[in-house]
């Protein structure tokens, strides 16, 4: 069975940080692009950071460009987000998702929410 | 920034059709997606590449596209697709964007 499950969210305050973690099975994980994507309460979805398959291309949203970074393992079929420098606005639901070129994000995991309050 | 313009919700009753647009100026370079996400649910792909359903995906979801605006049609409306519907695209300008519509609250009467 396909599976992605995040880990890592929880209270923080501002100016904060925090790593998520996102562990993946049931597929070749090396081959697949990997997505942050979050959801603030109430709201809709907001892409936040891309990586290849070989971590060779990451990508950004402008919102969180310097304060987060994307990162992977492949041999530990892991998909990584440090937050760094944290506000009140990235209060959200994270979830990560895979993609192949011109597939889609598919599947999702369930979410990790981050709450960045004082 | 790029931005994806959909409307905030649609009403259709049981059985008929339901259609959802998408706007955005680079829609005509770069394909669309669709997904639909029920309440505390992660979102679930249901087209790809403007057009393609997924495998699982019921044969009532379809997509379509003109110009700088895609579609999301959904026909024979049952009770279990009321939920909200986002479409998501990229920019085309060279800086990468991926980008998501505001989306659209779909709710069967």
């Known amino acids: 069975e396909v599976q992605l499950v995040e880990s890592g969210g929880g209270l923080v305050k501002p100016g904060g940080s925090l790593r998520l973690s996102c562990a993946a099975s049931?597929?070749?994980?090396?081959?697949?692009?990997m997505n942050w994507v979050r959801q603030a309460p109430g709201k809709g979805l907001e892409w936040v950071s891309s990586i290849s398959s070989s971590s060779s291309y990451i990508y950004y949203a402008d919102s969180v460009k310097g304060r987060f970074t994307i990162s992977r393992d492949n041999a530990k079929n892991s998909l990584y987000l440090q937050m760094n420098s944290l506000r009140a606005e990235d209060t959200a639901v994270y979830y990560c998702?895979?993609?192949?070129?011109?597939?889609?994000?598919?599947?999702w995991g369930q979410g990790t929410l981050v709450t960045v309050s004082s | 920034s790029y931005e994806l313009t959909q409307p905030p919700s649609v009403s259709v009753s049981p059985g008929q059709t339901a259609r959802i647009t998408c706007s955005g100026d680079?829609?005509?370079?770069?394909?669309a997606y669709w997904y639909q996400q029920k309440p505390g649910q992660a979102p679930v792909l249901v087209i790809y590449k403007d057009s393609e359903r997924p495998s699982g995906i019921p044969e009532r979801f379809s997509g379509s596209s003109s110009g700088t605006t895609v579609t999301l049609t959904i026909s024979g409306v049952q009770a279990e697709d009321e939920a909200d519907y986002y479409c998501?695209?990229?920019?085309?300008?060279?800086?990468?964007?991926?980008?998501f519509g505001g989306g659209t609250k779909l709710t069967v009467l």
């Open positions: 998501q695209s990229a920019d085309s300008s060279g800086t990468y964007e991926e980008v």
């Open positions: 998702a895979s993609s192949r070129q011109n597939s889609g994000y598919a599947p």
């Open positions: 049931g597929f070749t994980f090396s081959s697949y692009s």
């Open positions: 680079a829609l005509p370079k770069q394909y």
